[in-house]
């Protein structure tokens, strides 16, 4: 299992597949949103679903979609009720107690079981939390699990508990420490650094708003971002954190200074609110990020949690492993590192020449055992605190009697 997207999850629903969707107080409801995002994609996808206590109309409980998703309602809950009093879907009638029977005999088949998990124990095992009644059998049929593992549902002992090794796909999200406001580049941003857009217009779209979470896809920068949030969407209001990430490869060293990601959290300590820019050190397409997930929380909660002098800007690196393979956290300092770039010239159709930048980086301290650089080699999650001030203090007082 890996933690991933919920939009790369979904992808794991097929057309003409029939999906169990967790209910009560238990409703998945990033994943349910992802799927349903997905409805151009798919057809004639039967949805299972018991009583549900959430949003007042399911998001795929929409006249468009109504060649898509298959509504078979085992319990006319509040969220799909409007939806079969219009005429579409069905209500199953059946007591509650039967309901594990047909999904074991294949009556009602289950492909796909969509869940709202605890965090895993030390051997591994979610609990189902506070809604276990159709979903423990749901699964026990279900050729495919994906869940959302939530790290606000509680871990209830008992036998409605389910193995990492058994889900294909989970996803956590940040919305466990509050409300969650992303602004993000709508192209790809790397080695922008702190550029800001001057000549042209932007342009800002909401691509989803629900309770507790609010997506923006904007046209400028990483900082460009940032102001955004800032300084028209949250204008009026507090900001307790500025979360940059997780970035697709490293930021250590040098990198700092180039990065887009760090670019935007650097930005963020502008306006007195602490800030962390995470990445992953690999940029592997099939690149695991339950580590950088499992670390990037525990350093936002102790951020969150205890009293930190501002401003505060934490530029986090995570090496490549499982969370349980890692060493821990490693305050440290920036490496003295640099790129040695090279250029591959070209010439075009017309004869004309254009380049490609490429190169190695050069590690200026590879002995040094108090760098970024050392901690992520040595399986060690690197933390370094990073300023806006590039005043060189050293040469400062050096240079007092050179310009007398």
């Known amino acids: 299992m890996q933690f991933t997207t919920a939009a790369e999850a979904a992808k ?26 997905r409805a151009d994609e798919l057809t004639d996808v039967k949805i299972y679903s018991g009583f549900a206590v959430g949003r007042a109309d399911a998001p795929y409980c929409r006249p468009e979609y109504k060649d898509t998703f298959l509504v078979n309602s085992l319990f006319v809950a509040n969220n799909i009720r409007r939806w079969l009093a ?73 036998d409605a508990v389910i193995h990492l090794s058994r889900v294909a796909a989970a996803v956590e999200v940040a919305r466990a420490f ?10 790809t941003q790397s080695g922008m650094s702190q550029a800001i857009t001057m000549y042209n217009p932007l342009y800002l ?33 507090r900001v307790d954190l500025v979360i940059s990430g997780i ?30 820019g995470l990445s992953l050190d690999d940029h592997g397409a ?25 401003p505060l800007c934490l530029n986090v690196n995570v090496p490549v492993g499982k969370p349980g393979e890692l060493h821990g ?7 003295r590192g640099f790129w040695r770039e090279e250029f591959y010239r070209h010439e075009d159709p017309r004869g004309r020449a254009y380049f490609w930048l ?9 002995g040094a055992e108090d760098t970024d650089e050392w901690a992520l080699a040595h399986g060690y999650v690197s933390v370094v605190p990073v300023q806006v001030d590039l005043t060189d203090y050293r040469q400062l007082a050096a240079l007092a009697n050179v310009l007398e």
Request: hydrophobic residues 40%.
């Open 12 to 37: 794991l629903i097929r057309s003409h597949s029939s999906v169990y969707i967790q209910g009560s107080t238990s409703i998945p409801e990033v994943l349910v949103q992802a799927m349903t995002d």
């Open 86 to 158: 219009a005429g579409y879907g069905q209500s199953i009638p059946a007591f509650l107690g039967e309901i594990p029977g047909l999904f074991r005999d294949g009556t009602l088949p289950v492909d796909v079981a969509i869940l709202n998990l605890s965090r895993p124990n030390e051997e591994g095992y979610c609990s189902f939390g506070v809604s276990a009644d159709l979903a423990v059998s749901a699964v026990e049929c279900a050729k495919t699990v994906i869940a959302q593992v939530n790290t606000a549902m509680p871990f209830s002992y008992g």
């Open 178 to 187: 509050g409300r969650v406001v992303v602004v993000a580049p709508e192209t």
């Open 205 to 237: 779209r909401c691509v989803r708003k629900e309770e507790g979470l609010e997506v923006y896809s904007f046209s400028g920068t990483p900082v460009d971002c940032v102001k955004m949030a800032f300084d028209y969407l949250l204008r009026d209001e």
């Open 247 to 276: 970035n697709h490869g490293s930021n250590s060293a040098v990198n700092v200074l180039y990065s887009g990601t760090m670019g935007a959290a650097i930005e963020g300590s502008f306006y007195d609110c602490p800030s962390v």
């Open 286 to 310: 099939d690149a695991d990020f339950e580590a950088a997930v499992v670390y990037g929380k525990r350093i936002v909660r102790s951020v969150l949690e205890k009293k930190v002098e501002l």
């Open 329 to 335: 956290i490693r305050l440290c300092r920036q490496n």
């Open 358 to 366: 490429t190169g190695d980086f050069v590690n200026g301290e590879p």
